[in-house]
T-cell receptor, first 111, second 114 residues
Framework: AQSVTQLGSHVSVSEGALVLLRCNYSSSVPPYLFWYVQYPNKGLQLLLKYTSAATLVKGINGFEAEFKKSETSFHLTKPSAHMSDAAEYFCAVRTSYDMRFGAGTRLTVKP | NAGVTQTPKFRVLKTGQSMTLLCAQDMNHEYMYWYRQDPGMGLRLIHY???????AKGEVPDGYNVSRLKKQNFLLGLESAAPSQTSVYFC?????????????FGPGTRLTVT
């Protein structure tokens, strides 16, 4: 069965610093992987997705993620954090009919 | 396009009361889902539907029922609410075309059961 594990429930960075949010997946078939962002009291918004085309995927708001099959990872990065990036981030893997989500990582950005 | 909308946005119930949450989408999506979100647990699938008139159980279906009488609507019912059902409920929809399975989410319904 497909699943994802997000490493770190909370990540804190300074404004302008690198953002790295970790996600490892488990899948018996080539996975479709997603990152979603949730701002306070809002629904989830798609940041980016991997669908077996390019291994480096660029998303909205300057985020990108790299699919590494050898490491079963799909980490999310952004070179320079902005205060507006403070939110909760979810990694997800597609199953046959729905998605399985990680527990989420709350990103705090310090001025 | 309104996308995915949910009604109501907030609700407080007493234990044993019933209610229905309504989800509507205007994107002509085939698949619809109901999730619950609890702190530290991500989103867990309650029920889903792959088309009008069809529903199926997800990860945590107990205590909930659903109906998909029209393609654009997906209803989630709580027959006898319990405090354990205090949560934020999200509806989502998707169109299962090849290579594109992302889900589009509604704004959520915050339910408190006292």
């Amino acid at each position: 069965a497909q699943s994802v594990t997000q490493l770190g429930s909370h990540v804190s960075v300074s404004e302008g610093a690198l953002v790295l949010l970790r996600c490892n997946y488990s899948s018996s078939v080539p996975p479709y992987l997603f990152w979603y962002v949730q701002y306070p009291n809002k629904g989830l918004q798609l940041l980016l997705k991997y669908t077996s085309a390019a291994t480096l995927v660029k998303g909205i708001n300057g985020f990108e993620a790299e699919f590494k099959k050898s490491e079963t990872s799909f980490h999310l990065t952004k070179p320079s954090a902005h205060m507006s990036d403070a939110a909760e981030y979810f990694c997800a893997v597609r199953t046959s009919y729905d998605m399985r989500f990680g527990a989420g990582t709350r990103l705090t950005v310090k001025p | 396009n309104a996308g995915v909308t949910q009604t109501p946005k907030f609700r407080v119930l007493k234990t044993g009361q019933s209610m229905t949450l309504l989800c509507a989408q205007d994107m002509n999506h085939e698949y619809m889902y109901w999730y619950r979100q609890d702190p530290g647990m991500g989103l867990r699938l309650i029920h889903y539907s792959v088309g009008e008139g069809t529903t199926a159980k997800g990860e945590v279906p107990d205590g909930y029922n659903v109906s998909r009488l029209k393609k654009q609507n997906f209803l989630l019912g709580l027959e006898s609410a319990a405090p354990s059902q205090t949560s934020v409920y999200f509806c989502a929809s998707s169109y299962p075309t090849s290579g594109s399975y992302e889900q589009y989410f509604g704004p959520g319904t915050r339910l408190t059961v006292t």
